[in-house]
Antibody
Framework: QVQLQESGPGLVKPSETLSLTCAVS????????WSWIRQPPGKGLEWIGY???????IYNPSLRGRVTISLSASRAQFSLKLTSVTAADTALYYC??????????WGRGTLVTVSS | IVLTQSPGTLSLSPGERATLSCRAS???????LAWYQHKPGQAPRLVIY???KRATGIPDRFSGSGSGTDFTLTIDRLGPDDFAVYYC??????????FGLGTKVEVK
């Protein structure tokens, strides 16, 4: 059974960098595209960006310049880095797989709070 | 493109039919429209992709339809496991994925 699991610090200070990892189990990361999506409390879902196993990435223009998605050396996980965070970046962060235009597998999400 | 879902909350009894609406701010291709089911603490689950195709493991009481700016997710005979929040999602070739704010289907 293919599973995605997000992990990382639950609390980040303002102006610092948010770093999360998504572990992919029972599937090859070379078979699809992989995205990060977030949901601030009480708000809608926002797509952050995606990674292809070749290393190519595309980011949401609203976050461009602050976000980096990369593949780990082990190729069994990928990561998200978001710089210069503010309270507006507090959200439930999900990783997801998308072979095409829709996301067919998601992780359960991890809550990141930005606060001093 | 902005996706507007209605109603915000749908209160229904098990066995009833749920009709959820997703309206796009401009005409979109149905093959780029998807629906997800989300329960608290769980991973969102793909229900419908390509406007009307059921995802793996989704029972046939779920159906998607629509074109242009108006799309519908219908759940016939609501089962106890169907009460959740449902989101519609659109993809464009920018590429950019956008989501609606969701419709909560709750037990009446």
């Amino acid at each position: 059974q293919v599973q995605l699991q997000e992990s990382g610090p639950g609390l980040v200070k303002p102006s610092e960098t948010l770093s999360l990892t998504c572990a992919v189990s029972n599937a090859s990361i070379t078979t699809s595209y992989w995205s990060w999506i977030r949901q601030p409390p009480g708000k809608g879902l926002e797509w952050i960006g995606y990674l292809h196993y070749t290393g190519s990435t595309i980011y949401n223009p609203s976050l461009r310049g602050r976000v980096t998605i990369s593949l780990s050396a082990s190729r069994a996980q990928f990561s998200l880095k978001l710089t210069s965070v503010t309270a507006a970046d507090t959200a439930l962060y999900y990783c997801a797989r998308h072979p095409g235009a829709s996301f067919d597998l998601w992780g359960r999400g991890t809550l990141v709070t930005v606060s001093s | 493109i902005v996706l507007t879902q209605s109603p915000g909350t749908l209160s229904l009894s098990p066995g009833e039919r749920a009709t959820l609406s997703c309206r796009a701010s401009q005409s979109v291709l149905s093959r780029y429209l998807a629906w997800y089911q989300h329960k608290p603490g769980q991973a969102p689950r793909l229900v419908i992709y390509g406007g009307s195709k059921r995802a793996t493991g989704i029972p046939d009481r779920f159906s998607g339809s629509g074109s242009g700016t108006d799309f519908t997710l219908t759940i016939d005979r609501l089962g106890p496991d169907d009460f959740a929040v449902y989101y519609c999602q659109h993809y464009d070739n920018a590429p950019l994925w956008t989501f609606g704010l969701g419709t909560k289907v709750e037990v009446k």
